[in-house]
Nanobody
């Protein structure tokens, strides 16, 4: 199993980035996919998730309206479009896969089975 993130960079506040996560080694279309981030000295938090089987997406309030999660199941790829970036968005960003997710568990890190190695996003 592999999840490989890319697209991280250093950008100025107000800018945009698009992250990608390519998955392999598991039945990607049937999994719930999430984006997590971890800033120095802080806990890892999941802030967006997307479950193809019911078409639902989930976001934390801190990113709602600025970030958009999407996926291309034909390419086994997860995306994160980040707009209006703020310095507090600075973190290492990870994608992760869970067997399923719902309103009750999408934000629970322990429910995610597979993890990528992360890509750094720095906003100044």
């Amino acid at each position: 199993v592999q999840l490989v993130e890319s697209g991280g960079a250093s950008v100025q506040a107000g800018g945009s980035l698009r992250l990608s996560c390519v998955a392999s080694g598991f039945t990607y279309p049937s999994y719930c996919m999430g984006w997590f981030r971890q800033a120095p000295g802080k806990e890892r938090e999941v802030f967006a998730a997307l479950y193809s089987l019911d078409g639902r997406s989930y976001y934390l309030d801190s990113v709602k309206g600025r970030f958009t999660i999407s996926r291309d199941n034909a390419k086994n790829t997860l995306y994160l479009q980040m707009n209006s970036l703020k310095p507090e968005d600075t973190a290492k960003y990870y994608c992760a896969a869970a067997g399923r997710c719902s309103g009750g568990n999408w934000a629970r890190a322990s429910d995610y089975t597979y993890w990528g190695q992360g890509t750094q996003v720095t906003v100044s």
